[in-house]
């Protein structure tokens, strides 16, 4: 079933998941977890576009949950945030 949705069909999978390959190397090196490092992508984003939002992924268990919230005092260097910009631009199968 999950193959007939767009990030999931073969080719797109492929390439997401190369993507998520980098996604875990940047995060290894600064010694967070792969999750932390686009969630503080995404509050470094909303900041810098001025945004009244956060993002909330869904957390069904409580060391989740404190990962997620440590995300927030992550601050990425401007080196690592042109790194991952094109990583989020070259998503594939998602339509924003």
């Given at each position: ?81 042109t790194t991952l910009e094109p990583l989020a631009a070259a998503v594939r199968g998602v339509a924003v």
């Amino acid at each position: 079933m999950s193959a007939s949705i767009a990030p999931f069909s073969p080719d797109n999978r492929i390439a997401n998941m190369r993507l998520v390959a980098k996604i875990e190397e940047i995060a290894s090196a600064k010694g967070i977890t792969p999750a932390q490092l686009v969630l503080a992508w995404l509050c470094a984003r909303l900041r810098t576009l001025n945004a009244k939002a956060v993002p909330v992924p869904e957390t069904r268990k409580r060391p989740l949950l404190e990962e997620n919230v440590a995300a927030v005092s992550i601050t990425l260097t401007e080196q690592e945030m042109t790194t991952l910009e094109p990583l989020a631009a070259a998503v594939r199968g998602v339509a924003v």
